[in-house]
């Protein structure tokens, strides 16, 4: 069965700093792979998504993800923090072009000032 | 806004009763899907209609739950005999097969407390 993973429910970093959110999945064949966000009060909007045509994929806001088949990971990175990226992060996979997504437990990111 | 809208935005029920909610995809998606999010976990999924066929449900969907599309436009999702477990944030997203992982867009949910 396919799976997502993501390692911690919280991460904190400052103002400026790297931010990395960690994902990992597990299936049987390569998946369609996703992040998306959810602000406070708002509805999921997708940051990125990974189609196979490249492993290094560019998303809205400065953030990116590289998909990493030998670690089956799809880290999520953004080289610098701002206070508007509070909010939580789902890695998501999906087996089919249509069909259900599976969604990771979410990574809460607090920005500190 | 031509986004996924859901209605209501919030319902308080006492258990035993019945609800339904509604969403409305954005016009030209023929899939729609309904997920559930609990809190402090990601959402799940529930079940996905392509047109007005219902293709998949999850094991999570019990028989209390069911599902329509009519005319493979909005879609309702009603729980009948609600139980204090069915409090949660109920979510739908439409999409159209445009070729390669083809994105979901989300509605922003129906909060439903079971009192």
């Known amino acids: 069965a396919q799976s997502v993973t993501q390692l911690g429910s919280h991460v904190s970093v400052s103002e400026g700093a790297l931010v990395l959110l960690r994902c990992n999945y597990s299936?049987?064949?390569?998946?369609?792979l996703f992040w998306y966000v959810q602000y406070p009060n708002q509805g999921l909007q997708l940051l990125l998504k990974?189609?196979?045509?490249?492993?290094l994929v560019k998303g809205i806001n400065g953030f990116e993800a590289e998909f990493k088949k030998s670690e089956t990971s799809f880290h999520l990175t953004k080289p610098s923090a701002h206070m508007s990226d509070a909010a939580e992060y789902f890695c998501?996979?999906?087996?089919?072009?249509?069909?259900?997504?599976?969604f990771g437990q979410g990574t809460e990111l607090s920005v500190k000032p | 806004d031509t986004g996924v809208s859901q209605n209501p935005r919030h319902k308080i029920t006492k258990r035993g009763q019945n609800v339904t909610f509604r969403c409305d995809p954005i016009?030209?998606?023929?899939?729609l899907y309904w997920y559930r999010q609990t809190l402090g976990q990601g959402p799940e999924f529930l079940t996905y209609?392509?047109?007005?066929?219902?293709?998949?449900k999850s094991r999570l969907l019990s028989d209390r739950f069911s599902a329509e599309r009519p005319k493979g436009s909005f879609s309702t999702l009603e729980i009948q005999r609600t139980e204090q477990g069915d409090s949660a944030m109920y979510l739908c997203?439409?999409?159209?097969?445009?070729?390669?992982?083809?994105?979901?867009?989300f509605g922003p949910g129906t909060r439903l407390l079971v009192l």
């Open positions: 016009s030209e998606h023929n899939r």
């Open positions: 299936s049987s064949v390569p998946p369609y």
């Open positions: 998501v996979a999906a087996i089919n072009q249509g069909g259900k997504l599976i």
């Open positions: 990974y189609t196979s045509a490249a492993t």
């Open positions: 209609f392509q047109n007005e066929a219902q293709l998949e």
């Open positions: 997203a439409s999409s159209f097969p445009l070729g390669r992982a083809e994105t979901q867009y």
